[in-house]
């Protein structure tokens, strides 16, 4: 298969210190993707420096937004970018080394068969790494919840390092995906087998963030909670045909 052109999303709010070593590390495995840092307005001068990297690196675009309006929101408007251009396959990617730019190949590998290619934890070769009881309790958990609800068969729903091809996006009505928090990656995977697209895994492995601070909150557990019904119950009224 061809090299498609790609774009990794990679949304940041105070990763100053993470965001040189992520584009080093990813380039290092993939040199042909390009990269979008979209900053929400980060305090800490991640926007800025992003601009610094991709004045000197034509791989390398910056979405600056005006404030902190949660990740869902992010990955939406680095969707819209990348729609709006050529790019074939796009990425989701933290920027806090959880998701390890080592796997990116094959995830590669894995979109010449899958329209949808998720990172998962939870499948042989996956795992969580520096995580304590709670955690890993919380995370597998949601997964299992998730999956009986929405009668779905893949193992790591939560997770947030993702590959869709262009169809998959186009098709999806991006601007109808209320959540924001950890449902938001449930939600695309549901949208995106309710359209009839084909969904992949390969395994993950996740460490815990070594710089910075982690986004996650009760809140936006809770928020899974509530809005995984709402997706099911919502089944009919979400579905959209493929063209």
């Not at 193992?155 to 950890?182: M, W």
């Amino acid at each position: 298969m061809k090299q498609l052109k790609t774009l990794i999303c990679v949304p940041t709010y105070n990763e100053r210190e993470n965001l040189p070593l992520l584009v080093e590390a990813v380039f290092a495995e993939v040199p042909h993707v390009e990269i979008l840092v979209i900053d929400d307005n980060s305090p800490d001068g991640t926007g800025q420096l992003a601009d610094e990297i991709a004045s000197k690196n034509p791989k390398v675009h910056v979405l600056h937004r005006a404030g902190k309006q949660g990740l869902g929101r992010a990955y939406i408007a680095g969707f819209q970018w990348a729609l709006e251009r050529d790019y074939e396959l796009i990425f989701e990617m933290d920027c806090d080394f959880s998701h390890q730019p080592r796997f990116l190949p094959e995830f590669l590998k894995k979109a010449e068969k899958y329209d949808l290619v998720l990172g998962s934890r939870y499948i042989p070769g996956g795992g969580t790494q520096d995580w304590d009881w709670r955690r890993r309790a919380i995370s597998k958990g949601g997964n299992t919840y998730a999956r009986m609800i929405l009668g779905l068969p893949f193992k790591d729903l939560t997770g947030g390092y993702k590959c869709f091809h262009r169809k998959v996006l186009e098709a999806l009505p991006l601007q109808e995906i209320l959540s924001n928090g950890y449902v938001f990656q449930i939600e695309l995977t549901w949208r995106t087998v309710l359209a009839g697209f084909s969904v992949g895994e390969v395994p993950i492995q996740f460490p815990d963030r070594t710089r910075g601070e982690s986004k996650m909150d009760s809140r936006i557990v809770r928020e899974a909670v509530v809005n995984v019904w709402k997706l099911r119950l919502g089944k009919a009224q979400m579905a959209r045909p493929r063209s």
